[in-house]
């Protein structure tokens, strides 16, 4: 029997961060729940990109990018989709979803969702670095642990 490990070393990783500037206040709070755990397995300032986008929608482009760039081991995508009067919400999430998806299954590189799809602003930011926890946090323990994973298969 053989079990891959999915451990949490992280020596000479290099990671992309994709982030949707919409709703920033909660954004710039999921980027740096992100980097901060990412200093925390050693991954410091110079190993990490980032890229700033528009809104969710155009996360995936230039998460698409960024990895077929050979230039990082995996990316961790965020966002901050709250819900309006409009069925707009529905589009940009299931879309952004969609569009990640693919990237990170059709590409060279896993790509972590760390896009919040919340009814209000007080639920973003509770999982944003509120009682929630941080999803950007996750993103990076999550990533970790697939670029370790991959390199063993
Ligand atoms: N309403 C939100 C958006 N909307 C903008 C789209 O993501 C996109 O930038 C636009 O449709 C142009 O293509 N984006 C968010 O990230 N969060 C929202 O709540
Ligand atoms: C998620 C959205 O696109 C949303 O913020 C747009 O708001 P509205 O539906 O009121 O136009």
Same mark, same amino acid.
């Given at each position: ?6 451990s949490r070393i992280?020596s000479?990783f ?7 500037q919409f ?5 710039d709070?999921?980027?740096q ?10 991954i410091?300032?110079?190993?990490i990109t980032?890229?700033?986008?528009s809104g ?9 990018k960024?990895?077929?760039? &050979? %230039?990082?081991?995996g990316?961790? /995508? ?5 819900r309006? $009067?409009?069925s707009?919400?529905?589009?940009v999430c299931?879309e ?5 998806a693919?990237?990170?299954l059709?590409g ?7 896009v ?7 639920q973003a930011?509770?999982?944003a670095? &509120? %009682?929630?926890?941080?999803k950007g /946090?996750?993103c990076a323990?999550g990533?970790? $642990?697939?670029?370790n994973?991959e390199?063993?298969?």
């Open positions: 029997m053989v079990i891959l490990d999915h992280a000479g290099k990671v992309g961060i994709v982030v949707a709703n920033e206040l909660v954004t709070r999921l980027q729940g992100a980097i901060l755990q990412l200093k925390k397995y050693g410091n300032d110079e190993a980032i890229a700033k986008v969710a929608l155009e996360l995936p482009r230039i998460a698409r960024l990895a077929d760039s &050979g %230039k990082v081991d990316i961790i /995508a965020l966002g901050a989709v709250i309006g $009067e409009t707009h919400y529905d589009y299931a952004t979803a969609s569009g990640l693919q990237v990170s059709n060279p590189v896993p790509v972590m969702f760390g919040l799809t919340t009814d209000n602003l007080d930011i509770n999982r670095g &509120g %009682k929630g926890g941080n /946090a996750d323990d990533l970790i $642990e697939m670029i994973l390199k063993q298969i």
